[in-house]
């Protein structure tokens, strides 16, 4: 999971092999603004146990109210191109 600012700033990921996957904020301030959220699931075997196992779902918690809506493919992989651009100039240490 990536998010980020529509302006391609990359904020924060999460990255792992269980089953359950969590992106929280707290060592980062969330101002104002435009985010995504980028979820790519890669499912183990154990996904084709039951159908109910590929359900993703997505809880926003915030004192706002938050409108979540798909993007298209290409736009999706701008985004992302962006926010790895963002992430490999500012936050990777030389």
Same mark, same amino acid.
């Given at each position: 999971?990536?998010?980020?600012?529509? #302006?391609?700033? =990359?904020?924060?990921?999460?990255?792992? @092999? #269980? =089953?359950?996957?969590?992106?929280?904020? #707290?060592?980062?301030?969330?101002?104002?603004?435009?985010?995504?959220?980028?979820?790519?699931?890669?499912?183990?075997?154990?996904?084709?146990?039951?159908? /109910?196992?590929?359900?993703?779902?997505?809880?926003?918690?915030?004192? /706002? @109210?938050?409108?979540? @809506?798909? +993007?298209?493919?290409?736009?999706?992989?701008?985004?992302? /191109?962006?926010?790895?651009?963002? =992430?490999?100039?500012?936050? +990777?240490?030389?």
């Amino acid at each position: 999971m990536i998010l980020g600012r529509l #302006d391609g700033t =990359f904020m924060k990921a999460c990255c792992g @092999q #269980d =089953f359950l996957y969590f992106l929280n904020n #707290d060592e980062i301030i969330l101002n104002p603004g435009e985010y995504f959220i980028m979820i790519d699931p890669i499912w183990n075997k154990a996904a084709e146990m039951d159908k /109910a196992y590929k359900s993703l779902a997505i809880d926003v918690y915030g004192s /706002a @109210q938050y409108i979540l @809506q798909p +993007v298209d493919h290409n736009l999706g992989m701008q985004m992302l /191109a962006a926010v790895f651009k963002d =992430f490999a100039k500012n936050q +990777v240490p030389l």
